[in-house]
Structures are given as structure tokens and as C-alpha cells.
């Protein structure tokens, strides 16, 4: 079965720099969430999408944005890149519209581990 | 607020014993509640869900866990462990109208030969 895609995989940066993170929910799926996951910690959640609108937002820096485009797919722009920004950010999707609820399980991509040095 | 509680940071356990992982919720509804594996620099892994009904759900890879809502808990539990289930395991709740994950801080299985 189809699973999250994100990509790249492994990014490296320098502070101050910007970086875009790209998500590819599995197909069908209508919502999309973002997680940010520090070393050792539990994954946080930034922000969300449901059909290209922003349906929810968590701790997420003014520095990041993200949007949702027609296909689905979904980018996080993160810009003057820091240190404390190092971290795993997972990519989720649901079907929200399928299931009818907006509890639907969320399945989870592999992440892309950002480094800013 | 809603908040997730794994009280366990670490647990050690002998490969063929049995396991259970402790999860408490603070949730002011019904809570939509699940457990994921995460294995190192992996991805996160649906164990199972609970989102009404039968209190005790199973899961991929012989993983069953309980809900009890006068003890706001949702405890993971396996009869046998096994090598392989050395990893993270994370309980998380569903929340607001968005369905947004909140994490418990995750318990560290080490299963010893």
C-alpha cells in the first residue's frame, strides 16, 4: 500500500539559511498535519491542512510557513534557520472527508532529518 | 489542557516476559487514543487505536491495550516480547476539532536476550 512520501530524506543547512520540506500524503487522503521530533524528545505538532486550508496551528515559529496545494501535497518553508531547529520533522495524512471525522488515524512518513550547523 | 503521560521513561524487559507500558490521558471528552512505535531515526508506527467500543483493542504485531476511562488510562500490553519490539513507544491523544496528535514523552523498551 501507498504510504506518506517525504522528501528529502536528510538536510543539512547553515543558520540563517532556509530549507523546504516536501510532503506527499497517500492517496486520497485529504489532511495533512506537520510534527516536529528534537532529539529525545516526543513529536510535536506545527500546523495542519484539511483540503488546501490551514485547520490548525500549534507551536510553529513565525519563521515556517506551509501550505497545502492542489494536489494535496504539502510544503513547510522554514527561513533564518537556527540552531534549535535541528530536529525530525514527520509528515502525517488522514481522510478526513472518507472517515467523516477529523480523528481519523494518522499515518506517518519516514521524516526528514534537518542539521543546521 | 489535554496532555498525555507516559510515567515509564525506560523499561527493561527479558525477551519472552510480558509487557505493559502505562499511558494516562487528560482529555475533557471522549478521547480518540493510539499507540506508535517508533524504531531509531525510523518513522512513526500505528500500533492500534481506540476510538469507541470494545475498551480492549488489538493491534498489529500482538500488541492489545485497554481503555479505562475512571482511570484515564491506556495501557499497551504484549503476553511475550520479543527482540524486535526493542524501541520507542509513543501514546497519543487525539485533540480538538482537527484531530491534531499530542504525544506522551515516550517509553524506551529494551528487551535483554
Known amino acids: 500500500a501507498a504510504g506518506v512520501i517525504q522528501s528529502p530524506r536528510h538536510l543539512i543547512k547553515e543558520k540563517r539559511e532556509t530549507a523546504t520540506l516536501k510532503c506527499y500524503p497517500i492517496?486520497?487522503?485529504?489532511?495533512v498535519y506537520w510534527y516536529q521530533q528534537g532529539p529525545g524528545q516526543d513529536p510535536q505538532f506545527l500546523i495542519s491542512?484539511?483540503?488546501?486550508?490551514?485547520?490548525d496551528k500549534g507551536s510553529i515559529p513565525d519563521r515556517f510557513s506551509a501550505q497545502q496545494f492542489s494536489d494535496y501535497h504539502s510544503e513547510l518553508n522554514m527561513s533564518s534557520l537556527e540552531l534549535g531547529d535541528s530536529a525530525l520533522y514527520f509528515c502525517?495524512?488522514?481522510?478526513?472527508?472518507?472517515?467523516?471525522?477529523?480523528?481519523?488515524?494518522?499515518?506517518f512518513g519516514p521524516g526528514t532529518r534537518l542539521t543546521v550547523l | 489542557a489535554q496532555s498525555v503521560t507516559q510515567p515509564d521513561i525506560h523499561i527493561t524487559v527479558s525477551e519472552g516476559a510480558s509487557l505493559e507500558l502505562r499511558c494516562n490521558y487528560s482529555?475533557?471528552?471522549?478521547?480518540?487514543l493510539f499507540w506508535y512505535v517508533q524504531s531509531p531515526g525510523q518513522g512513526l508506527q500505528l500500533l492500534l487505536k481506540?476510538?469507541?467500543?470494545?475498551?480492549l483493542v488489538q493491534g498489529i504485531k500482538g500488541f492489545e491495550a485497554e481503555f479505562k476511562r475512571s482511570q484515564s488510562s491506556f495501557n499497551l500490553r504484549k503476553p511475550s516480547v520479543h527482540w524486535s519490539d526493542a524501541a520507542e513507544y509513543f501514546c497519543?491523544?487525539?485533540?480538538?476539532?482537527?484531530?491534531?496528535?499530542?504525544f506522551g514523552q515516550g517509553t524506551t523498551l529494551q528487551v535483554k536476550p
Open positions: 502525517a495524512s488522514s481522510s478526513v472527508r472518507t472517515s467523516g471525522s477529523s480523528a481519523d488515524t494518522q499515518y
Open positions: 492517496p486520497r487522503h485529504d489532511t
Open positions: 491542512f484539511y483540503e488546501k486550508m490551514q485547520s
Open positions: 482529555y475533557g471528552a471522549t478521547p480518540y
Open positions: 481506540y476510538f469507541s467500543g470494545d475498551t
Open positions: 497519543a491523544v487525539g485533540a480538538g476539532n482537527t484531530g491534531k496528535l499530542i
